[in-house]
C-alpha cells in the first residue's frame, strides 16, 4: 500500500490592504482575479481595527446574488438586517453563514462606538442549478462553536468534519453543496497538527497570528498558503505559536462571472441580475 500524499504549498499570497462598504477598512487575502485557483471559494476578508474610524461606516444596505457569505466575529458586535425582515447580532466567537441565493438585500453594521472589531467574511459560490433558490441566513452563537483541545492546541470547528488525534469533530455547518470544511486551529509554539482532507477538495491555509511550515515552505501572518491535492495536511507552528483558518472545499469546475456583488456562470446572467436589481425584482 502506498503512502498518502501530504499536501504542500504550491501558491503564497499577502493579504493587501482595502476598504469596502462605507470606509471599512480590511485586508483582502483573495477574491477577484483567477477565482478558478480557489473553486469553490470566491474570497476571503479579514478585517481588525480598535479604532473606531476605521470600522463604524460598517456595510450600509447592499444587495448579493449566487453565492454564500460566511462571517466569523472574532472580537466585536455586528448587526445584520434584510429585506426578508432578518435581523441578527453577531457577537464575538458567533458565526453567520448567509446564502444569498437569487437575491438578498441586507446591512451589516457595527452595535460599538469603541474598542475592537475583528473578524473574517469568506464568500463560497454556489453551483449554477441552486444560484436561483431562496434567500436564507443563519445566525449561530459562539456556544455552537465549542473549542476542542487537541495535543499542542485547540481547534474550533465551524463547517465539515475533521479527523484529529483519534477523534471525530464536527462544526455545525454541514450539508452544504460545495462540503465546505472551515477550520479556526490555535498552536503553541513549535506544534505539529496533522489530519486528513478528502483529496478531491481543494485546500487553503491562512495565517492571521504567528507563523507556520508546511512542508518546506513558510508562511508569516496575513500570508494565504494555495495547497496542492493531496490526503494530509501536516502543519508546523513556529517559535510564537500559530493561529489559522484551514479552508477546503468541492471544486465547481463552472465558470464564474463576477459583477461586484452578483457572481453567476455568464455576462448574460449578470446582465439579467442587474436589470432585477434596478427594477426591484433581484429580491422578489
Same mark, same amino acid.
Given at each position: ?54 470600522? /463604524? ?34 457577537? #464575538? ?10 437575491? /438578498?438585500?441586507?446591512?451589516?453594521? =457595527? ?29 449561530? =452563537? ?8 487537541? =495535543? ?27 462540503? #465546505? ?53 501536516? /502543519? ?49
Amino acid at each position: 500500500m502506498s503512502a498518502l500524499r501530504t499536501r504542500q504549498l504550491v501558491e503564497k499570497i499577502a493579504g493587501r490592504a482595502t476598504s469596502d462598504g462605507d470606509g471599512v477598512k480590511l485586508t483582502r487575502v483573495f477574491g477577484g482575479q483567477g477565482p478558478e485557483r480557489f473553486d469553490p471559494f470566491l474570497m476571503l476578508d479579514e478585517f481588525g481595527s480598535d479604532e473606531a474610524s476605521d470600522y /463604524i461606516g460598517g456595510f450600509p444596505s447592499h444587495p448579493h446574488r449566487g453565492f454564500e457569505t460566511v462571517t466569523y466575529m472574532l472580537e466585536g458586535r455586528m448587526l445584520h438586517e434584510d429585506h426578508l425582515g432578518n435581523r441578527g447580532l453577531l457577537e #464575538p466567537g458567533g458565526v453567520q453563514w448567509m446564502t444569498a441565493g437569487r437575491g /438578498i438585500i441586507h446591512s451589516e453594521m =457595527p452595535q460599538q462606538s469603541s474598542g475592537l472589531m475583528r473578524g473574517f467574511q469568506l464568500w463560497i459560490n454556489l453551483p449554477a442549478e441552486q444560484k436561483m433558490q431562496p434567500a436564507s441566513y443563519q445566525d449561530m =452563537p459562539a456556544d455552537a462553536f465549542p473549542f476542542h483541545s487537541i =495535543p499542542g492546541g485547540q481547534l474550533k470547528m465551524i463547517a465539515g468534519t475533521l479527523r484529529v488525534a483519534n477523534q471525530t469533530l464536527s462544526g455545525p455547518i454541514q450539508d452544504k453543496p460545495t462540503e #465546505p470544511l472551515y477550520v479556526d486551529l490555535h498552536l503553541e509554539p513549535n506544534q505539529a497538527f496533522d489530519t486528513s482532507i478528502a483529496e478531491y477538495l481543494n485546500a487553503l491555509v491562512y495565517v492571521y497570528e504567528g507563523a507556520v511550515r508546511i512542508g518546506e515552505a513558510d508562511l508569516q501572518t496575513s500570508q494565504l498558503g494555495r495547497l496542492d491535492a493531496g490526503e494530509q495536511l501536516s /502543519i508546523l507552528s513556529g517559535t510564537g505559536g500559530a493561529r489559522v483558518l484551514i479552508l477546503a472545499g468541492k471544486p465547481l469546475r463552472e465558470p464564474v462571472v463576477q459583477y461586484g456583488p452578483f457572481v453567476m456562470n455568464s455576462r448574460e446572467e449578470i446582465e439579467q441580475t442587474l436589470r432585477d436589481y434596478r427594477s426591484g425584482q433581484l429580491a422578489g
